[in-house]
């Protein structure tokens, strides 16, 4: 199955586990993400990707500009371990990582979850990528992704025990808009994919095509 049929199956399961009613929680973070990335400073293809310096969860820090020279970097931003979605596209990202590094590339994956919370998930899911913390939402915010859930999604998301602030480490509700880069050696953007919908993600085969 392609990573958007497996994202489909997430949402059937939720909503056969949830009711009909959950798909409210759905649209509105979308339709708040959709009006973000509406006035977002938003880089495209061709720009330069902003460096960072993020800790990852076997406590390293890793930096853009060091990850480059040994070749092209993926960077896929998520919402955090406590998105079905994400977890499943994290887990789909696994089963390509012969094909990155085949091509001489390397994927991270960024969420503003504190580091022991994806050290957790990545443990649990048996991922062998990195997952970095980017607290606070810095490196989010720089790629112009980052906004606050509504706060009815906030409620919504607390009914069911979901605390994003917890996992965040900080308190707040900020979440990066899902998106997936390809950075090359020079540090120019090469592949953007960022849309509202975190339901729906470019396939890893695409994306891996533009190495």
């Known amino acids: 199955m392609s ?10 399961e939720i909503i056969g586990r949830l009711g009909e009613d959950i798909r409210s929680l759905f649209d509105t973070q979308i339709s708040t993400a959709e009006s973000h990335l509406s ?29 480059l020279r040994s070749g092209p970097v993926i960077l896929t931003f998520y919402r955090g371990s406590w998105c079905s979605f994400c977890n499943m596209a994290l887990k789909i990202w696994q089963d390509y990582l012969p094909e990155i590094s085949g091509k001489g590339a390397t994927l991270y994956a960024i969420s503003p979850e504190i580091p022991a919370k994806g050290r957790e998930f990545k443990e649990a899911a048996r991922l062998e990528y990195e997952l970095l913390c980017d607290a606070d939402n810095k ?29 965040n ?3 707040d509700w900020d979440v990066p808009v899902t998106a997936t880069f390809i950075v090359g050696k020079d540090q120019r ?13 470019l396939e890893p085969e695409i994306v891996i095509s533009k190495l």
């Open 189 to 201: 953007i090469q592949l953007v994919d960022c849309g509202p919908d975190y339901r729906q993600r």
């Open 39 to 67: 006035t977002a400073h938003s880089l495209s293809v061709g720009s330069i990707a902003p460096d960072f310096s993020l800790i990852a969860t076997g406590g390293q820090t890793v930096s853009l500009q060091s990850a």
């Open 169 to 171: 480490g900080n308190g």
């Open 139 to 167: 490196v989010g915010d720089a790629y112009g992704l980052v906004f606050t859930l509504p706060v009815d999604a906030q409620n919504k998301l607390a009914s069911l025990d979901i605390d994003v602030g917890n996992s």
């Open 3 to 12: 990573l958007n049929e497996e994202l489909a199956d997430v949402e059937r």
